[in-house]
């Protein structure tokens, strides 16, 4: 929940992030909404989610092995981490997990298979 009391919600079957705002029934797509796929403004298992000041969404995109960040309004991410298929390189991260943006900016993703952040 951001902190005017939206609420973000993974659709991993739809492969999209939504908004809601309390109390609504309806919701805004932030993330995805394109089907499965590796395209910028496609998603494939959007796994964890973190939502910055500016109401960025950063997407952990499961089976693409990336971290997409999504500006307010775009329609299209932004690879900031990963995309590079899995394995233990540094451009590399094999299903990232949980995900965290600080007042820096800086992003910190959770990287199981290779134990490190």
């Known amino acids: 929940m951001d902190d005017q009391r939206y609420l973000y919600v993974s659709d991993i079957e739809e492969h999209e992030v939504r908004r809601y705002q309390l109390g609504e029934k309806n919701y805004t797509l ?16 959007p ?19 990336r971290v997409m960040k999504w500006n307010k ?9 990963g995309g590079e298929g899995e394995g233990n390189a540094l451009t590399q991260l094999p299903y990232p997990r949980g995900i965290f943006v600080d007042t820096l900016g800086t992003l910190y993703v ?4 290779n134990h490190r952040v």
């Open 47 to 65: 796994a964890y989610l973190f939502v910055d000041r500016d109401h960025s969404v950063y997407v952990s995109d499961w089976n693409n092995h």
């Open 73 to 81: 309004g775009a329609k299209e991410g932004i690879v900031v981490a």
């Open 30 to 45: 932030v993330a995805g909404g394109n089907g499965k796929g590796d395209g910028l403004s496609q998603l494939n298992v």
């Open 110 to 113: 959770a990287d199981l298979w």
